[in-house]
Structures are given as structure tokens and as C-alpha cells.
């Protein structure tokens, strides 16, 4: 039976190199020198450091640019709280999301539900693999999960016959 796999992966290579560039921009850039401005990575976490909210802002922009030149949707960007540290210090952690979670799975399979395509949606881990008798109903499901999560930067992998 044919079956796609639809999942939510960043290119965590594409990332690293991104924030790899963001600090040099930051080590370069006039108005960050002599600063607390920093960023760091640690697994999927992106933890962005400043001394105010404004240079906050201005180190999470440059992110959000390096990103996209490297081609790496923003949209696996979730952004956290701005929290104080010590004296007028101030950091963000972005998190990088990696699949999909289980209310997003639901989300798929009422839409493929709603649907009428003769296609089924079952949540295995963190992809939601759709079967289907024809492959001309997979490409439309295909089309429409994307045309309605548009929220979610899905991307489709193991499509077989």
C-alpha cells in the first residue's frame, strides 16, 4: 500500500553553522562591541544573551537572517520568555523544535479525515505516516495538510508505492 511520512525536522547542521555565524557577526558588529551580546547552542536549545531587551532583539534578528540564508525555515523557531539575570543582564532560550508533537498529529488526522480522501493518518513517534490505496490520493493529502498547517514547517519523507 503507499504510504508518506510527514514530519518536523530542522537541518540541525544548517543551524549550527547559523549560530556559529551569528557569533562572529556579534564578535565583529560596532554596536555589540564591549557588550554582554552572545549566543550559544546546546543541543536544540539557542540561548541568546544581552544587556538589554533592544540588543536582544537586534542578536535574535541577525538569528532569524543567518537562518534563512542557510535555508532553514524560522518557523522551527520557538521562542522563549525574556528572563533577567545577573544585574541588567538579560537571555532568551529559543528552542529548535524536532517533530511533531502528539496535539499536531491529531490536528493531521482530523484534516485528512475531513477530508473524504480514502487516506489514513496514524501517529507513529513523532511523524504521522499516511497510508492510501492510490497515489494520486496520497499527493493530494500531501497538498492539503500543507495548505492547512500552515503554522508548521512539515516536510514529507518516505513516500512509497
Do not use: C, H, W, Y
Not at 557588550?35 to 536544540?44: G, H, M, N, P, R
Not at 535555508?71 to 529548535?96: H, M, P
Not at 499536531?104 to 484534516?111: L, N, T, Y
Amino acid at each position: 500500500m503507499p504510504s508518506f511520512d510527514t514530519v518536523l525536522e530542522a537541518n540541525l547542521v544548517e543551524v549550527k553553522n547559523a549560530v556559529d555565524q551569528v557569533a562572529r557577526e556579534i564578535g565583529t558588529r560596532f554596536d555589540f562591541k564591549g557588550t554582554s551580546a552572545a549566543i550559544e547552542l546546546k543541543d536544540k536549545d539557542i540561548t541568546l544573551f544581552g544587556d538589554a531587551d533592544f540588543q536582544l532583539t537586534q542578536v535574535a534578528e541577525v538569528l532569524r537572517n543567518k537562518l534563512a540564508k542557510r535555508e532553514v525555515d524560522v518557523r522551527f523557531l520557538d521562542e522563549g520568555k525574556v528572563e533577567k539575570i545577573g544585574g541588567d543582564k538579560v537571555k532568551q532560550v529559543v528552542k529548535v523544535k524536532n517533530g511533531i508533537s502528539t496535539e499536531d498529529g491529531k490536528k493531521i488526522q482530523q484534516v485528512l479525515k475531513a477530508s473524504k480522501l480514502k487516506v489514513q493518518g496514524a501517529i507513529q513517534g513523532d511523524a504521522v505516516r499516511v497510508t492510501g490505496a492510490k497515489r494520486d490520493d496520497l499527493q493530494a493529502a500531501m497538498a492539503l495538510i500543507k495548505g492547512e498547517l500552515k503554522d508548521l514547517p512539515l516536510s514529507f519523507d518516505n513516500f512509497r508505492d
